[in-house]
């Protein structure tokens, strides 16, 4: 065998070894509350789909017709001829939706993050991340060529720390989850924002779990804390997860949208999303402003489990959000109590080093508005009855 392949294979055997090998499990059924997996029916707590509109008939049927305009390829790039009038309008509409001047739609919420901070950022600058933040914007970060600083998880003062050696002449932006994706506990914003003020830098939140699911009328995290334009000029949105699409976008100033429509390598050059997905994505809009109990009944059944987990003694992370984490350590036991809750017909996921720090491996569960009580109370008792 060459000497390349006998090296991968010997990364995959470590990979195994240290049970932080990765595999797929092939589904047969739409995502919902339960899912068809080789001939099972399994109640699923791992969707991002928190809101129940990835199988939404209205969205389904938006879909449809849009397709049925437009056909499913978009055909180009948004700069060559593939910018149609869904896409035009989704963005109008989630502009106003966040109270920006403008949006722009990148086909995934990895490219938007890599783009927006690449295209904003240069080798002059300095950005300073938390360490807890998506590796979408790690890979940003460092992709810019801008000095890279991570701070510890939620700590202004270290951050504080760290931007003290600002320079006038240097352009510094601060880069934060919203709500942290593996956590599920929010960013300090308001310091933040102070901080963003304080030193000139631009403030970027990729409000990936907030969005949809915080906010009275679920525009996330910077609705909940009445934060605008000018407080954060770089709001970053997917749609692949609250608003059971796919897609994502970042909203701002005329003038921060046209420098990104310019100079953002993963805007400029690839296929716009197709048009059915933001003919869709108008359709899930619409039930996100208007479905209130969604998001009441998201929370009433995280306060549920919440609840019966203390009494259970089970310890949860500081998480007031859709996302609950049980960190067990170590990625056997992760692996392990995932694998006892599959037998038992439940899917939950086991999320493992480099996703998360090392030692802090976990069950991460996530709800769904359309879970009903009686779902949370048997995956109670199913945790009850793991032994890790
Ligand atoms: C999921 C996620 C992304 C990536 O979005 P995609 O549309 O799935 O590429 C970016 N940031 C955060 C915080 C996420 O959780």
Request: aromatic share 6%.
């Amino acid at each position: 065998m060459p000497e390349k392949q006998s090296h991968l294979n010997a990364q995959l055997e470590t990979l195994k070894q240290a049970n932080l090998y990765r595999s797929r499990r092939v589904i047969d059924s739409a995502q919902g509350i339960y899912l068809q997996l080789e001939g099972r029916k399994l109640l699923n707590f791992c969707s991002n789909d928190y809101l129940g509109l990835a199988n939404h008939p209205d969205v389904i049927a938006s879909f449809k017709q849009a397709a049925n305009t437009y056909g499913v390829g978009s055909g180009s790039a948004h700069l060559v001829c593939g910018h149609s009038r869904e896409h035009h309008a989704l963005e109008e509409e989630l502009a106003d939706f966040c109270g920006r001047d403008r949006a722009l739609l990148f086909s995934t919420g990895y490219m938007a993050n890599l783009g927006v901070i690449t295209a904003l950022m240069g080798k002059k600058d300095v950005i300073y991340e938390d360490k807890l933040n998506h590796a979408s914007l790690l890979d940003g970060g460092l992709l810019s060529g801008a000095r890279f600083k991570r701070y510890l998880h939620n700590d202004i003062k270290n951050l504080q720390l760290k931007m003290q050696g600002l320079l006038t002449e240097q352009q510094g932006m601060i880069v934060t989850d919203g709500v942290f994706s593996m956590d599920g506990d929010f960013a300090d914003l308001k310091s933040l924002v102070e901080l963003a003020k304080d030193s000139h830098s631009y403030l970027m939140v990729d409000d990936a779990h907030g969005f949809g699911v915080l906010g009275k009328t679920g525009a996330g995290l910077v609705e909940q804390y009445q934060l605008n334009q000018q407080q954060v000029p770089l709001l970053v949105g997917t749609l692949g997860k609250a608003f059971g699409t796919s897609g994502a976008f970042v909203a701002g100033s005329e003038l921060m949208i046209e420098s990104l429509i310019q100079q953002a390598r993963s805007y400029i050059y690839t296929t716009a999303l197709p048009p059915a997905i933001a003919a869709a994505t108008r359709t899930s809009l619409q039930r996100v402003q208007q479905d209130n109990w969604r998001r009441e009944k998201l929370k009433s059944l995280v306060t549920r489990f919440q609840r019966g987990a203390k009494q259970m003694g089970l310890s949860l992370m500081p998480s007031e959000s859709a996302i609950q984490p049980i960190v067990l350590g170590s990625s056997a036991k992760a692996m392990q109590a995932s694998e006892y809750l599959l037998q038992q017909g439940f899917w939950v996921s086991a999320i493992r080093p480099p996703t998360v720090p090392q030692g802090s491996a976990r069950l991460r569960l996530t709800f769904s508005a359309l879970h009903q009580e009686q779902h949370i109370d048997q995956l109670l008792g199913a945790l009850e009855g793991m032994s890790v």
